[in-house]
């Protein structure tokens, strides 16, 4: 079965670092999206993304966040310069389409960030 | 602002009883609703969906959930746990129109014990 994958599993860098989190999205999604999860916290939403731009992003996604999809695969997620609130658990999910009932988004195993 | 509750962070069952995880969206007007399911070290798993039509939902590994506007809720049940159904379980929403982008707003979360 399809799925989507996530790299690193867990990334450990230190404050003010650039971080790039990856994730393959399943071949034949066209929505993308990123969440974070502070632990113990709510999962929450950061963006989404379709046909090459955001078209939405929360308040937590500054102008530190940028989202890429560099090639037809990859859809990656850069933290400009970190700092230790940006440590979580952020899951990559993708979507086939979005309308009707065809609602449902495939989450990755996520990335563990911990920023020191 | 939507939001989304979940009654109890923990809940523990014995094995063959009854599993009863609530949920409370806010909004007036009903959205598309989810719960999803997260074992130890994996991504979130998409348990089961209302969009339209019957209220009365079955997903997989044997549970469903019961949409009910009057009371806002979509609450999850299974008729007997078993220990394999020990994981954290959120409810999550997304709202209905044309400017959706399939953005989630979860819950916070039920951690599911089931002892022998």
């Given at each position: ?116 | ?5 979940q009654l109890g962070s923990h809940v523990s069952v014995s094995e063959g009883a009854l ?6 969206y806010s909004s007036s007007v009903p959205p598309y609703l989810f719960w999803y399911v ?11 969906k209302y969009t339209t039509g019957a209220t009365l939902v079955k997903g997989i590994n ?55």
């Open positions: 079965e399809p799925e989507v994958t996530q790299t690193p599993s867990h990334q450990v860098t230190q404050m003010g670092q650039e971080v790039i989190l990856r994730c393959v999205p399943i071949s034949n999604h066209l929505y993308f999206y990123w969440y974070r999860q502070i632990l113990g916290q709510k999962v929450e939403f950061l963006v989404s993304f379709y046909n090459n731009e955001i078209s939405e992003k929360s308040e937590i996604f500054d102008d530190q966040f940028s989202v890429e999809r560099p090639d037809g695969s990859n859809f990656t997620l850069k933290i400009r310069s970190t700092k230790l609130e940006d440590s979580a658990m952020y899951f990559c999910a993708s979507s086939e389409k979005w309308s009707g009932i065809s609602y449902e988004q495939y989450f990755g195993p996520g990335t563990r960030l911990t920023v020191t | 602002a939507q939001s989304v509750t599993v009863l995880l609530r949920c409370n997260q074992y130890p070290n994996q991504g979130l798993q998409l348990l089961l044997g549970f469903e959930a019961e949409f009910k506007k009057s009371e806002t809720s979509f609450h999850l049940t299974k008729p007997s746990a078993h220990m394999s159904d020990a994981a954290e379980y959120f409810c999550a929403v997304s709202d209905r129109g044309s400017s959706n982008t399939g953005k989630l707003i979860f819950g916070q979360g039920t951690t599911l014990q089931v002892k022998p």
